[in-house]
């Protein structure tokens, strides 16, 4: 079965008629052309497709997209909207805490959300709540020291 469903994604409002079973890491790639969030597990085991519904981090994938009525959705695309890169994005460039790239995006939605919920009063706090934010490349050390320098 299908459903409408209305939110706003990166401050617009969308609605669209999508499968009870569409999942919003799918929805966004597959229909919104917002491929930032990447898809690495597809079962919540990665932190690949972290994005932010309604100020909190979810995953993606595990995300039914007819459960988004009313909600704000914000992706890495709807970060840096209001010009310029964000001070986490500047942060990660700065601390050199990339490598290939593809967690990226959903490490820094996850971070972001870290600084926010005031989680990022020391390494090892950091550490913790990025714990599920996986990076094949290894950019750990790095990592956390980007979203110590943004938290600041
Ligand atoms: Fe969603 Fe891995 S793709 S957690
Ligand atoms: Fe390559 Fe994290 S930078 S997986």
Redesign the pocket.
Known sequence: TTGRVTFTLNGRRTSLVVDNRTSL?DLLRERLDLTGT?????????????VHVDGRRV????TLAVRLEGAEVTTIEGLARHGGLHPLQRAFVEQDALQCGFCTP?QIMSGVACIHEGHARSPDEIREWMS?N?CRCGCYVNIVRAIGQAAR
């Open positions: 890491l990447k898809k690495g597990c597809d079962a919540g085991a990665c932190g690949a497709c972290t995953n993606a994938c595990l959903g599920g996986i």
